[in-house]
C-alpha cells in the first residue's frame, strides 16, 4: 500500500493582516490567494517493523526512529514530527510504523507558503491512511493549530487553508479563529490572461519569514501609526484586487498591487531591501505596471504584472540580477490524496 497526497502552492495576490497577530483578531484580516502548479508532496508506506523513517527529499535528510507515541520536536524535520505527534495523540491512540517521503517544488522561504503547503500534505497523507473524520476547514484548521500551536512557528493562516481548498479563494479571517473561504468563480479567459500577465521571479535568495512577522506584530502591539495604516491599506487592497478580477479589470492589477506594495513595505524592516527595490525599479522601468514580493518579505520569489506585450522586455530586464523566472498555470485543486 501507499499513500500519496500533494498540496499546491499559492501566490498572495493582495490582502494581510492574518499573520501579524494581534490584528486579524482586533480588526479582522482579508486575503486573496491563487493556487498554482507547483506543489508539495507527501507520501506513506506503512511498515510492520516498528520503525518510523522520514524522508525529505528537496532537503536531503533522512530520519530513523523507533515506533513511539510522541518524536522529539528538536529542530530536524519538525514538521513531520509535530504532524505525527498531534495524530497519534488526537486520532490513532497509539504509536504507528510508516516511511514518510516529502519533496516541495520550490525551496523554502520563497514566500509561496512552501512550510505549510507541506503540512497540509503531510496531514492529507495521514487523513488517507487512517481515514480521518476531516473537512477542508477542519483539516486546513488542524494544519495551522500544529504548526503554529504545537510547534509555536510564527506565521499566518492564509497558507493552510490555500493549499487545502486551491483556486482563487478571497479569505476574511476574524477573531476567534473563525475562517471564511469565498471560491471566486472568475472567467477563465481572465485567469488565462492573468496567468501569461503575471510574471514569477525568483530572486534567488530566502529569509526566514518568523522574524519578519515577529517585527510586524510588534509594531502592532506597540500602535505604531505608519505600520498600523499600512496594515488596513493591505486588507483593503484584497477588496479592491477582488472586485478587478472578477470584472476583468485586468488593467487595475498592476496599479493594485503597487498600492500593496507601497503600503506593504511601510509595515516592517526587512520586508524589502536595497536588491529588491532595484529588481522592482527595473521591471516598473521596463514596462511592468506593479507588482510585490510574495510572502512575508526579504526574498524569494516577486511578482510583476506585465500588460499588452510587455511580459518578455521585463524578463530579459531582470536577467541582470540573476535570478529565474518561474513558469506556471493557475489551479482550481486543492489538496489531493490517494491511495495505490
Request: aromatic share 10%; with cysteine.
Amino acid at each position: 500500500m501507499i499513500i500519496r497526497s500533494k498540496a499546491p502552492l499559492r501566490i498572495g495576490l493582495a490582502g494581510g493582516g492574518t499573520d501579524v497577530a494581534p490584528y486579524s483578531d482586533m480588526f479582522g484580516g482579508a486575503i486573496l490567494n491563487a493556487t498554482i502548479s507547483m506543489y508539495a508532496y507527501a507520501t506513506i508506506q506503512p511498515r510492520k517493523d516498528k520503525k518510523i523513517i522520514l524522508n525529505s527529499l528537496d532537503k536531503n535528510i533522512r530520519l530513523e526512529y523507533d515506533s513511539v507515541r510522541e518524536l522529539p520536536i528538536d529542530g530536524k524535520f519538525d514538521l513531520a514530527k509535530g504532524i505525527y505527534n498531534r495524530v497519534v495523540k488526537q486520532f490513532s491512540k497509539k504509536a504507528l510504523s510508516f516511511e514518510l517521503t516529502t519533496f516541495v517544488d520550490a525551496p523554502p522561504g520563497s514566500g509561496l507558503g512552501t512550510s505549510s503547503t507541506l503540512v497540509v500534505a503531510i496531514l492529507g497523507a495521514f487523513a488517507e491512511w487512517l481515514n480521518l473524520p476531516l473537512g477542508e476547514y477542519d483539516l486546513a484548521y488542524l494544519a495551522y493549530e500544529i504548526e503554529r500551536v504545537d510547534l509555536n512557528m510564527a506565521g499566518g493562516k492564509q497558507d493552510q487553508y490555500a493549499a487545502t481548498f486551491g483556486g482563487v479563494n478571497f479569505m476574511e479571517f476574524y477573531k476567534d479563529d473563525k475562517v471564511i473561504v469565498n471560491p471566486l468563480r472568475i472567467k477563465p479567459v481572465y485567469l488565462h490572461e492573468l496567468a501569461y500577465n503575471l510574471v514569477l521571479y525568483y530572486t534567488e535568495t530566502s529569509r526566514l519569514s518568523s522574524r519578519i512577522i515577529e517585527t510586524q506584530s510588534k509594531n502592532v502591539m506597540d500602535n505604531q501609526k505608519d505600520s498600523l495604516e499600512a496594515t488596513h491599506n493591505v486588507k483593503q487592497q484584497a477588496i479592491l484586487m477582488k472586485e478587478a478580477l472578477l470584472k476583468g479589470d485586468l488593467d487595475k492589477i498592476g496599479e493594485i498591487l503597487d498600492y500593496g506594495w507601497q503600503n506593504k513595505k511601510k509595515m516592517a524592516k526587512g520586508i524589502t531591501n536595497k536588491t529588491i527595490d532595484d529588481i522592482y525599479k527595473l521591471a516598473i522601468k521596463n514596462g511592468a505596471t506593479g507588482g510585490k514580493i510574495s510572502g512575508a518579505g526579504g526574498g524569494g520569489f516577486m511578482i510583476f504584472y506585465c500588460p499588452d506585450i510587455t511580459r518578455n522586455k521585463v524578463v530579459k530586464a531582470l536577467e541582470k540580477f540573476g535570478g529565474g523566472i518561474k513558469r506556471y498555470e493557475f489551479t482550481t485543486n486543492g489538496l489531493t490524496t490517494w491511495t495505490i
